[in-house]
């Protein structure tokens, strides 16, 4: 990209001319190069990211090796560290988080993209996006003064006396537990769903669902056997995306989840995830192994986020190239 | 296809309408649908104004005219499709078989005329189940695999894909495709086919496969077709309606309305002074 | 109408009834939310809680103002960091740049868009934290930069490939150089985009907490300069809330609805002036 500048010696307007758009180009250069520097230093950053997360476990990573994952013990006093019971906690959030906000969220999108009237549906989403705004501590303040009682006085209590039986509704209850952090995370990534189906939903061709109505079909055959399968994959990203977003998640989850590392078949026992007891051990890790091993599960946590991320974004793009064309002509 | 059909009620013939021999034929015709005195509206702006004309039994009618002048609206109403748009507003009567399609179940109804579209638009399914979805939908009284085989040699289709059922839909060529939407649609068996600008999309030669399909499918069903192309009118259709901005100007046997126009305005549109 | 059509046409009236229950539901939450906040923090905000300081348990008239002061001091660090990286990578990649180079620098903005905020977090601590021993403003703003700057460089490339490719020639026509052409013709064009943007980011990270938590810590006194831990809403927000005290809750509570509300103020502004541009591209 280096531009060699030759001096004219003859002088003159054209030299002058010349040497003027020399130094255009020269300005040019400049404010290439400048730019350059500050879009590098963002991979910059994302490298150096990533290779502090792997220096700074390596010494967890050496010691545990892939035992971090199948043991259990969490034990700063003893230096023994075991991440399964929170990714266990993490995942079974994530999971109970998706089966609640999944149907929801569709169910919602669908019907701001067949049902509602175009202005409806731009006010609804709006107040849809500032959902998506809202911070996670508030988040967590709902759970904690809203979700922790509702679940303490009603909810658990109901479950265990109708679905008991199963192991999954078993033993104490306080209100806080995997449950009660797989609803409030539900509520937290409805708006993802919503927002991106929403948008995949709209972008299906109008003919297809015409073809649909013309062969007699009710509207609700439609949108679910015909726009909603078209929309597949971008549907399918929004999940992903709210997955990667659950799995993230910190300080909802770690103020309404019981943060006690234990590995329980009961959603209405206390449980711990990845990104809570990092939040809470921290700054009073005991050792460096001890933060070593945190910080072992924060590349965990980002590795999981990064494949599911990609995922999403691979989906999404898939089903808007289809929208613009199907197939050969 | 369908056993018993009421004999046709007057149609209300525009008084353009004076040729001898036209007026003949119209007497000894069945009319399969009838539409009288429509007006429609989208929102405030009037897009048809008082169009009367009738689709005559087994027989192909088009309906041709420049860009705008109403054509495919008009083709939407006759299966109810405008009601997906909401601000359209449809006055008058439209009858199939005698009775007031708008005062009928409309899923119920839009089984009985079937819809092509200007481009090809398969479900991303199979091509077994695109055909298959309006069986599957409202129930069919052959076996599933007899009825999508039967549709789909009724379009033409079946020796180039009986082979491969299986294969998305997406994996035929533009041509194909069409004829499987025409499949698709003729599989719930309806009485009326309407095809808005089926070809336009296409090239030459599956136009031409297209063309030939229709001119047999007449004993199946009574078609009608909204085409941009006169000639394709002149070759397919039985009856021709010309429309212009929204007026029916001309309903006539179509050898008589390309040969010998009734009005100076049809005339001019099919010497090309407009179009 | 046969018995099959009449269960399907029930079938599809309750199906999109209980997806507009779906709707409903949703939107609702957002509206339980301000409602609770409004309704038990709206009468403990007070003078005191913009002035005082916190005070020992038991005692009351303590307020927030440190937290607040610390949440700006981080706020404009954050955007210190963010916005010109955001902005001017930006500019390099819609204007400079080639198609590999692009590539990669997308690929890393997305990739650290993606990041959960705890490892920014962690990340931060490491960099900033661990070396000079002590948490410090400076580390915590860095954090919330950092979370800034994919938001920032997205959005405003988008909105500055948005321009049209005529205006660029027009200028350049007129013998105006690249720089100047992006200075004076691009920037102005886009810049609703661009300040939507940085509202939004700045929004995004205004109420992020899980970052500080090893950056900037906490404090419960006016922390002066940079290089101290600083209190913030968001941190004191969830330490209030997850402490006994009936009086501390009350002043979470006040702090949630200052803190929400000020984000849902700076979202639906950012909102109302793209709204009101010429054809921007929505991201």
């Not at chain 2, 899923?107 to 399914?125: E, I, L």
């Not at chain 2, 060529?173 to 089926?198: F, H, K, M, N």
């Not at chain 3, 348990?57 to 981080?74: D, Q, R």
């Not at chain 3, 920037?187 to 109420?207: K, M």
Request: hydrophobic letters at 50%.
């Amino acid at each position: 990209m280096a531009t060699t500048t030759t001096t004219v010696s003859s002088g003159g307007p054209v030299a002058r001319s010349r040497s003027f758009l020399s130094r255009l180009r020269e300005g040019d250069e400049i404010a290439s190069m400048v730019t350059f520097l500050f879009a590098a230093s963002v991979v910059l950053v994302t490298v150096l990211l990533v290779f502090e997360l792997w220096q700074g476990s390596a010494l967890a990573r050496h010691k545990f090796g892939f035992n971090f994952f199948r043991t259990s013990v969490w034990d700063p006093i003893f230096e023994q560290f075991g991440a399964l019971p929170f990714i266990y906690g993490t995942l079974v959030t994530a999971t109970v988080s998706l089966l609640i906000a999944v149907p929801l969220g569709i169910g919602a999108a669908i019907f701001l993209a067949e049902l509602a009237p175009a202005r409806v549906s731009d006010t609804l989403e709006f107040f849809i996006d500032l959902l998506a705004a809202v911070p996670s501590v508030i988040y967590g303040v709902l759970g904690i003064f809203i979700v922790v009682p509702l679940m303490r006085q009603y909810i658990q209590p109901a479950l265990k006396h109708s679905l008991g039986f199963l192991p999954l509704f078993q033993g104490p209850a306080y209100g806080v537990g995997f449950l009660t952090a797989g609803l409030v995370l539900a509520i937290m990534v409805i708006p993802y769903i919503i927002s991106v189906s929403r948008e995949v939903l709209l972008s299906v061709p109008r003919d297809q669902r015409e073809a649909a109505l013309s062969l007699g079909a009710t509207r609700w055959e439609s949108t679910w056997k015909v726009v909603v399968p078209f929309a597949r994959a971008g549907i399918f990203g929004s999940i992903f995306l709210a997955l990667a977003r659950a799995l993230g998640e910190t300080m909802a989850v770690t103020m309404v989840i019981g943060n006690t590392p234990t590995i329980s078949a009961s959603l209405l026992s206390p449980g711990y995830s990845i990104a809570a007891v990092i939040a809470n051990e921290f700054t009073e890790a005991t050792g460096e192994l001890h933060t070593q091993s945190l910080i072992e599960l924060g590349l965990v946590l980002f590795i999981l986020t990064f494949i599911l991320n990609g995922l999403a974004r691979l989906l999404i793009v898939a089903t808007s190239q289809r929208g613009s064309g199907t197939g050969r002509a | 296809m369908h056993a018993t059909v009421r004999p046709a009620l007057s149609v209300n013939l525009p008084p353009i309408v004076t040729n001898a021999a036209a007026r003949e034929t119209f007497a000894g015709l069945t009319m399969r649908m009838t539409v009288s005195k429509v007006n429609f509206f989208y929102g405030s702006k009037q897009t048809l104004f008082d169009v009367s004309m009738g689709i005559a039994t087994n027989k192909v009618t088009s309906l041709i005219g420049p860009s705008g002048c109403g054509k495919s609206t008009l083709l939407r109403t006759l299966n109810r499709m405008h009601e997906t748009v909401r601000h359209a507003r449809l006055e008058g009567e439209i009858l199939l078989d005698g009775q007031n399609i708008l005062a009928q179940d409309v899923t119920a109804y839009r089984r009985r005329v079937g819809m092509v579209f200007q481009r090809p638009n398969p479900f991303p399914k199979s091509i077994f189940d695109n055909v298959a979805y309006g069986l599957r939908i409202n129930g069919s009284k052959l076996p599933l695999a007899e009825a999508v085989e039967k549709s789909l040699r009724h379009a033409a289709l079946w020796d180039e894909v009986k082979d491969h059922l299986q294969k998305s839909a997406y994996e035929l060529s533009g041509g194909q495709q069409q004829r499987l939407c025409i499949a698709r649609a003729l599989a719930v068996e309806p009485e009326v086919l309407l095809l808005d600008e089926p070809c336009s999309a296409l090239d030459p030669i599956s136009t031409a496969k297209i063309e030939e399909l229709l001119v047999q499918l007449k004993d199946l069903c009574t078609i009608a077709i909204v085409t941009h192309n006169m000639q394709q009118a002149a070759r397919v259709s039985d009856f021709t309606a010309f429309l212009l901005i929204g007026q029916l100007i001309e309903f006539n046997p179509t050898p008589q309305l390309f040969t010998t126009p009734a009005d100076p305005r049809t005339e001019a549109y099919i010497t090309g002074r407009f179009g | 109408m046969s018995p099959r059509l009449r269960w399907r046409k029930f079938v599809s009236g309750f199906m999109l009834t209980m997806t507009g229950v779906c709707a409903f539901v949703a939107v609702s939450v957002l509206f339980v939310i301000l409602g609770y906040l409004v309704y038990h923090g709206g009468t403990s905000i007070s003078w005191n809680f913009f002035t005082k300081l916190p005070v020992p348990v038991g005692e009351t008239g303590g307020g927030m103002a440190n937290a607040i002061l610390g949440s700006a001091k981080l706020l404009l660090l954050a955007t210190l960091v963010g916005v010109p990286i955001g902005f001017l990578g930006a500019i390099y990649l819609a204007e400079f740049s080639g198609g590999a180079t692009a590539f990669v620098v997308r690929y890393a903005a997305d990739l650290l868009n993606g990041v959960p905020s705890i490892v920014i977090g962690i990340f931060a601590f490491a960099l900033v934290v661990h070396p000079f021993k002590h948490f410090s403003t400076l580390a915590g703003g860095f954090a919330l930069g950092l979370m800034m700057i994919p938001i920032t460089l997205r959005s405003t490339e988008e909105f500055l490939r948005g321009v049209p490719n005529a205006l660029r020639e027009a200028a350049m026509a007129l013998g105006a150089s690249k720089w100047k052409t992006i200075a004076t013709v691009i920037v102005p064009a886009a810049y609703r985009g661009i300040l939507t943007a940085v509202l939004l980011a700045f929004a995004r990270v205004a109420g992020e907490t899980a970052p500080l938590l090893f950056t900037a810590l906490g404090n419960q006194f006016w922390s002066p300069g940079w290089k101290q831990p600083t209190a913030s809403l968001p941190v004191m927000i969830y330490t209030y809330a997850l402490a006994p005290y009936e009086d501390w809750h009350r002043q979470a509570w006040a702090a949630g609805l200052v803190l929400l509300g000020l984000i849902l103020i700076i979202n639906i502004v950012a909102r109302a002036i793209l709204s009101r541009g010429i054809a921007v591209p929505r991201s």
